[in-house]
């Protein structure tokens, strides 16, 4: 009897742990299905960032590109407070316009605007739920990891942690946010179309250097004890 009822014990034990590891997967698949990665990934934004419509993306790049050095050259009140100002006056100037215009040839077309003032802009109570129960996941997910690393549950990744904080110390050191920021929209724009030109060339040195990663982190994992205890448990 005894030795069924620890059959019965490690059997559940080991479904418990299959059935937890499985709702961590939809977890994570989850998160990564509403995080900016699956932004980055739809459709619109990959023909955008591929320049499969060259003008398109060519204004989208230009204007953000305008907005990131104009942040660094003014402030975030300069740049909002410039950028609500001529927003203001081609308003204004189009709308005198065409009063004129109504005025000269004496049309009633009334105002040119009437259609987007009788669009309806307010946000819907279940878009602005669905939206904070998404950004409530991330903050979630991001307390969790961020208790994870900081305590130490895994003694590798608390290191990878801080290897790449101690990388960004010098990253600091030579950018501020704002150069970060533009350096990212410049690549973004254009390292996808140089990628898809040499998919197979780049694919060769990336599976080399994760392949060297890989060696390597596993070498580390074998000289530490946290790592070699969590290895022994998997």
């Known amino acids: 009897m005894d030795t069924q009822s620890s059959q019965i014990s490690s059997s559940q034990g080991f479904t418990d742990g299959q059935n937890s590891a499985a709702k961590e997967s939809k977890l994570s698949d989850s998160f990564l299905s509403s995080s900016p990665v699956s932004l980055i990934q739809s459709p619109q934004v990959n023909d955008l960032i591929h320049w499969r419509?060259?003008?398109k993306s060519g204004v989208?790049?230009?204007?953000s590109l305008l907005l990131l050095l104009s942040l660094a050259a003014f402030s975030v009140i300069s740049v909002v407070s410039y950028m609500l100002l001529a927003l203001l006056c081609v308003t204004i100037t189009f709308r005198i316009y065409k009063s004129v215009v109504q005025a000269v040839q004496k049309s009633t077309e009334g105002h040119p605007f009437r259609e987007l003032i009788e669009k309806d802009v307010t946000i819907p109570p279940e878009t602005f739920r669905k939206h904070v129960d998404t950004s409530l996941t991330h903050i979630n997910?991001?307390?969790k990891q961020m208790s994870r690393l900081f305590l130490v549950e895994d003694l590798v990744d608390s290191l990878?942690?801080?290897?790449v904080m101690w990388m960004l110390t010098y990253?600091?050191?030579?950018?501020?946010g704002i150069t970060i920021l533009i350096l990212a929209d410049i690549l973004l724009f254009a390292i996808p179309p140089v990628y898809e030109k040499n998919k197979t060339q780049i694919d060769h040195y990336i599976d080399l250097v994760r392949t060297q990663v890989n060696n390597t982190i596993a070498k580390l994992?074998?000289?530490l004890p946290g790592a070699m205890k969590r290895s022994k448990t998997e």
Do not use: H, I, M, T
């Not at 989208?60 to 204007?63: C, D, E, K, P, R």
């Not at 990878?160 to 290897?163: D, E, M, P, R, T």
């Open 171 to 176: 990253v600091g050191a030579v950018f501020n």
């Open 53 to 55: 419509d060259p003008k």
């Open 160 to 163: 990878k942690l801080a290897v």
């Open 221 to 223: 994992q074998e000289k």
């Open 60 to 63: 989208v790049f230009g204007l």
């Open 141 to 143: 997910r991001a307390l």
